[in-house]
Every structure is written in C-alpha cells, then in structure tokens.
C-alpha cells in the first residue's frame, strides 16, 4: 500500500481520538486532563500540518506541476483551523468549557470536510503523481509524525 494513503489516513484517526479525549475531559470540568489532553491533540494536527506542507504538498506539487490546485486549498483550510486551535487553547487556560465546546464544534465540522477530501480525493492523487517517491515520502512522513508524539 501507498503511504500518503495509509500513513494519513491513520494519524486523522490518531487526531480524532485526541480530539474526543480533550472534549470529554472539558465536558467533565477535569482541567487537570484537559489541557494536557488539548495539548496533545495540538501537537499533532500541527505535526500533521507539517507533514503535508512540508513534504507531501511540495512533493505532489513538483511531480504535477500544479501548486494552485487541491493543495492550495488543503493549506487554506488548516489555516482556517490554526485560529481554532488557539481558541481552544485560551478556553483551556480560562477553563471556559462554552468557549472550548464552541471552538471544538466548528473544528470538528472543518477536520471532518478537510480529512474527507483529502483521503478520498488528494491522497489516493498523491500517491498516484508521486509513484515509487511515494515510499520515501511516507518514510519522512512517519518520523515527522512520530516527532508529534513526543
């Protein structure tokens, strides 16, 4: 299996789970666990943001020739995120669990159109334009990713 297709894919899930885990601590009143729950979820979208910015966008982009097409727009919606991010971040800090679960609503709908376009369209694409780099990307991918976890 291609990586951009499998290795993506997973780590959306990854940022799912972390993502449920720092809403359930917010809706408990459990700061304690929320904010090192947010905190990790954080870390690794924006481990993840880097991983296709870094490498997989330039990637697909040099191998098509195309830089205005389905990744500009990719980077346009983790920019729509990276506000949302710091909203949850204040909310933690306030210990404000309306502002949070405001903020976690309209990211969640953003992640859920975002990660769907990317693992039906732009990946299976990726994997596609890059052929046999495909290995060596994911390879890079993966130790990038593994950084986020630390």
């Not at 729950?37 to 296709?52: K, L, P, V, Y």
Request: with cysteine; charged share 25%; hydrophobic share 45%.
């Amino acid at each position: 299996m291609s990586f951009p297709t499998q290795i993506l894919p997973d780590h959306h899930r990854h940022c799912d789970d972390l993502f449920v885990a720092a809403e359930e601590a917010v809706q408990r009143g459990d700061w304690a666990a929320a904010a090192p729950a947010f905190e990790r979820m954080r870390d690794q979208m924006q481990a993840h943001f880097a991983a296709e910015e870094d490498l997989l966008f330039p990637a697909f982009e040099t191998a098509t020739g195309n830089s205005s097409g389905p990744t500009r727009v990719m980077r346009l919606e983790h920019d729509q995120m990276r506000p949302l991010l710091a909203q949850l971040e204040a909310a933690c800090a306030a210990r404000d669990a309306d502002a949070y679960s405001g903020a976690a609503e309209t990211l969640l709908i953003l992640m859920q159109q975002h990660n769907m376009k990317e693992e039906n369209i732009l990946y299976p694409m990726c994997d596609q334009a890059l052929g046999a780099e495909a290995q060596r990307i994911g390879a890079q991918m993966s130790a990038l990713l593994e950084k986020g976890h630390a």
